[in-house]
């Protein structure tokens, strides 16, 4: 005997994108290891307004920058 399940609806609202802007707390740095190779550094400001959202920002920076060299890890 077969099941009548009842209708399913699902509404998806589309939500605008916000500009990525740097946030000022969040500064990037070219810094150099032991070994001499030279390697890009952001850092975020512990102290400032918005913790959450430039956090994000950072950790988004990385895995773009990490998924655009590859080197994600390995």
């Known amino acids: 005997m077969p099941r009548k399940h009842g209708e399913l609806k699902i ?3 589309p939500t605008a994108r916000k500009a990525t802007k740097r946030p000022k707390s969040v500064v990037s740095k070219t810094v150099a290891t032991n ?3 030279k390697t890009k550094v952001t850092a975020l400001d512990a102290n ?6 430039d ?3 950072v950790f988004k920076a990385n895995v773009r920058r ?4 590859g ?3 390995k």
Do not use: C
Not at 66 to 69: E, I, L, S
């Open 11 to 13: 509404h998806v609202e």
């Open 55 to 57: 956090f994000l920002y």
């Open 71 to 73: 080197g994600g890890g």
């Open 48 to 53: 400032s307004g918005d913790f959450g959202a």
């Open 35 to 37: 070994a001499g190779v």
């Open 66 to 69: 990490a998924r655009k060299t």
